[in-house]
């Protein structure tokens, strides 16, 4: 997981955020964000799998 955390780094930055410049550490949060956001919505999505299945397979045990 660590590996796909450095590719969302800036590029050519020490890994010591510390050293960073203002502008590439907005850039990196501006890039989580989105990160956050699509896995967000990726966990919406499954919620709603999930809720469809405990629907059918409940309306199956009422049977």
Same mark, same amino acid.
């Given at each position: 997981?660590? @590996?796909? !955390? @450095?590719? !969302?780094?800036?590029?050519? !930055?020490?890994?010591?955020?510390?050293?960073?410049?203002?502008?590439?550490?907005?850039?990196? #949060?501006?890039?989580?964000?989105?990160? #956050?956001?699509? $896995?967000?919505? #990726?966990?919406?999505?499954?919620?709603? $799998?999930?809720?469809?299945?405990?629907? !059918?397979?409940?309306?199956?045990?009422?049977?």
């Amino acid at each position: 997981m660590d @590996d796909e !955390l @450095d590719a !969302l780094r800036p590029s050519g !930055l020490a890994r010591e955020m510390e050293r960073w410049n203002r502008e590439d550490l907005e850039a990196y #949060i501006t890039t989580m964000k989105a990160e #956050i956001s699509k $896995v967000e919505r #990726i966990l919406a999505s499954k919620a709603g $799998v999930n809720a469809e299945a405990a629907a !059918l397979f409940g309306s199956a045990d009422k049977s």
